[in-house]
């Protein structure tokens, strides 16, 4: 029986309507998976990866991406979101709390809107992109 690995969150997956990336795949592994859709690809390397390092991972990208990047325009124009994880501390009967990791889908506009000294206090952790098809069929 072969073990898998999920902590490495290097996937994509498509349905009828997005597509949904890993962000632990640098930009340079995105533009050679070929299994990944070419418009894609190709979206990513001319527009995106000018901005990036090549050996940045999407994660870091989109982490620290601002809201006056030229990348966010891309992203906005794929209806891109984010997953992350949250630590939020949810309150008991008796007033007692607990702090837990809740996941939260974000689109990419709201994700720049919040400065990284933020996200670190939050503890987020960006773990998925989804970009919608249609958007990307258009570019």
Do not use: W
């Amino acid at each position: 029986m072969q073990k898998t690995v999920y902590e490495e969150f290097k996937y994509h997956l498509q349905d009828t309507g997005r597509l949904y990336i890993g962000c632990k795949y640098t930009f340079r592994e995105l533009v050679e998976v070929e299994e990944l859709l070419f418009r894609f690809r190709i979206v990513m390397e001319r527009y995106v990866m000018p901005d990036a390092d090549p050996e940045d991972t999407l994660e870091t990208h989109l982490y620290y991406l601002t809201p006056e990047s030229a990348s966010v325009k891309v992203y906005r124009q794929l209806k891109a979101r984010v997953k992350v994880n949250l630590i939020q501390e949810k309150k008991g009967f008796f007033g007692s709390g607990s702090k837990a990791y809740t996941t939260r889908v974000m689109p990419v506009e709201e994700l720049v809107k919040i400065p990284p000294a933020r996200k670190e206090q939050q503890g987020m952790v960006v773990q998925e992109l989804s970009v919608s098809k249609l958007a990307l069929a258009g570019i």
